[in-house]
């Protein structure tokens, strides 16, 4: 009878315990991570097609980046932007970020960008600068 009452209450304690580790929740991830710099270069492409500027900005930094399993890879990406001399409709491959802070005018985004590699589909979810 004992065992009726002791087994929650041992279940109750596990599972607040483990609350720390949720299952399915955000994890931190290395910048370097290859699934991350393909969800970000998607962000930026995007990012720069929405923006009304006429010149293209890059990420000068990585400050944050979180990934979480769903039906495929939700990463959340925070990540220091400046602007570059290249134009929109340029032809330039790479263009670096002006070394002059009042022309890259650095701003700050947060990208969550929504991966399912094997369907091909990449969509950004969510836009905050």
Request: include cysteine; aromatic fraction near 8%; charge should be positive.
């Amino acid at each position: 009878m004992l065992w009726k009452i002791v087994l929650p209450v041992l279940a109750a304690v596990f599972a607040v315990e483990s609350g720390a580790m949720m299952p399915g929740g955000f994890v931190d991830i290395d910048p370097n991570n290859e699934g991350l710099r393909n969800a970000l270069n998607y962000a930026v492409v995007q990012h720069n097609r929405r923006s009304n500027c006429m010149f293209l900005s890059q990420v000068a930094e990585v400050v944050k980046a979180q990934s979480q399993v769903v039906a495929g890879t939700k990463y959340v990406i925070t990540v220091r932007m400046a602007k570059t001399p290249c134009r929109k409709n340029g032809a330039n491959d790479v263009c670096a970020i002006h070394e002059d802070p009042a022309k890259a005018q650095p701003y700050l985004c947060t990208f969550t960008v929504w991966s399912r590699p094997w369907l091909n589909d990449t969509r950004l979810l969510n836009e905050t600068c």
